[in-house]
């Protein structure tokens, strides 16, 4: 395998003319104070599309902001205490940082120092092959935590001791496991998985924002099997997901994702890894959006997937659930599943997908126009004869309903299926 030392000048990203305008108004500050960092020097060099171009800079952050003012560049202060400014050109963010050193950590926040020093910068930084540096210019290559090796070979490992890196922020456990399930070949890094088990602890501390926003990236990777069987094992995953007691149905899920070309589901993944009785307490410690717990509600109100049903039964299923729901679990059902029964659940997941909700033919004002009073006992009633229509496959007429009124008993919910 070539060490690599230059990136191709022609790469896409390098040449475009947003990124060029922003260089150029950088270079115009000061000749030489800029370089490509991150995922798009890494990802180039692994020969993976490279999304977002961020770049270091040995200009302070006033400095890079009048700079960009200067070039009639749109720029935010995302992160002035941390050296981070976010340029826009043509609608496209670039992400531009202060050469940074460490001065005090607390495990979940730095405090740094502006430097110009290159080396200094890359040894704050997590992961060795995050810690290269291009030339916007030529697209050489200036590499002082030897990241390039590891970006070829697919090794994920951190920049210099791992117990050093990761407390100076505990986040960097999931992170690594992160980068793990998105570029990691054959087993992790043996140290820096001992280090993560030895300081799990450290991650009780961490927002459920950071945590959440964290382990859906890990989630979405195409197939983060090897890492969330690794963090099972380093008991990281018991910490920041206590309710993962699933986690070979998950991979199970992620397989049967693979085979039957869908899209990866970050959210699916987290619920066919958790026992969903706790949905609940999940979606609150990790401050799901309301979108994101109603989604988790469904799944659990969903209940079991039998493979042996037939329409009609889950349609009186569907009828008071959120149908998705049902999908959700019958997806997770089918990873776990072979032959006859896989084929059913399919059967019966496509089915769902396609349902529609069959209309009630009974109203309030048909109950009243018959002599029934406004008020709870018609609430009740019509629940009732919902279930009895619902019984009936969604057979029974109006008239058949009503002629059942008088054997319907006193009323109330409790025949529900809701």
């Known amino acids: 395998m070539n060490q690599a030392t230059h990136l191709n000048k022609t790469t896409t990203w390098m040449k475009a003319a947003a990124t060029r305008k922003v260089v150029e108004a950088l270079e115009a500050a000061k000749a030489g104070s800029v370089r490509f960092v991150g995922g798009c020097v890494r990802n180039t060099i692994m020969d993976r599309p490279a999304d977002d171009v961020d770049m270091a800079t040995q200009l302070e952050p006033q400095a890079v902001m009048d700079a960009l003012k200067a070039a009639d560049i749109h720029v935010i202060p995302t992160g002035l205490a941390h050296g981070t400014v976010t340029a826009i050109v043509a609608g496209k963010p670039f992400e531009i940082t202060s050469l940074r050193k460490d001065v005090a950590t607390d495990g979940r926040h730095a405090e740094v120092a502006f430097t110009t020093d290159w080396e200094e910068d890359s040894g704050r930084r997590d992961f060795r092959f995050n810690a290269i540096y291009a030339d916007p210019d030529d697209g050489s290559l200036y590499d002082p935590q ?23 922020d505990y986040l960097r456990i999931l992170r690594f496991f992160r980068f793990f399930a998105w570029y990691g070949e054959a087993r992790p890094d043996r140290e820096s998985v001992k280090a993560c088990a030895r300081l799990k602890s450290g991650m009780e501390d961490l927002s459920a924002e ?63 890894m958790v026992d969903a009785r706790r949905w609940s307490k999940i979606a609150t410690r990790l401050k799901f959006s309301n979108k994101e717990k109603d ?42 599943l072979t032959g006859r029964d896989r084929r059913n ?74």
């Open 345 to 418: 659940v399919g059967d019966l997941m496509e089915f769902a997908e396609e349902w529609e909700r069959p209309v009630f033919p009974i109203r309030a004002r048909d109950l009243i126009s018959d002599g029934h009073q406004e008020g709870r006992e018609l609430g009740d009633l019509l629940w009732d004869l919902e279930d009895e229509w619902i019984q009936s496959g969604f057979a029974l007429s109006t008239s058949e309903l009503i002629a059942k009124i008088g054997n319907l008993g006193t009323g109330g919910k409790s025949g529900g299926q809701g």
């Open 295 to 336: 989604r988790l509600k469904a799944w659990y109100d969903a209940g079991e997937v039998n493979p042996d049903e037939d329409y009609m039964d889950v349609s009186r299923r569907f009828y008071r659930k959120v149908v998705a729901g049902y999908v959700d679990a019958a997806k997770i059902a089918m990873g776990t």
């Open 146 to 168: 030897d990241g390039i090796k590891d970006a070829l070979e697919g090794h994920v490992a951190f920049v210099g001791d791992p117990e050093t890196r990761i407390r100076e």
């Open 210 to 272: 950071r945590v959440w926003k964290e382990l859906k990236k890990l989630l979405q990777a195409p197939d983060p099997s090897k890492a969330l069987r690794w963090m099972r094992t380093a008991e990281v995953l018991q910490v920041v997901l206590p309710e993962s007691i699933n986690v070979d149905r998950a991979c199970a899920l992620i397989a049967l994702e693979k085979e039957l070309g869908w899209e990866p589901d970050p959210h699916l993944r987290l619920m066919a």
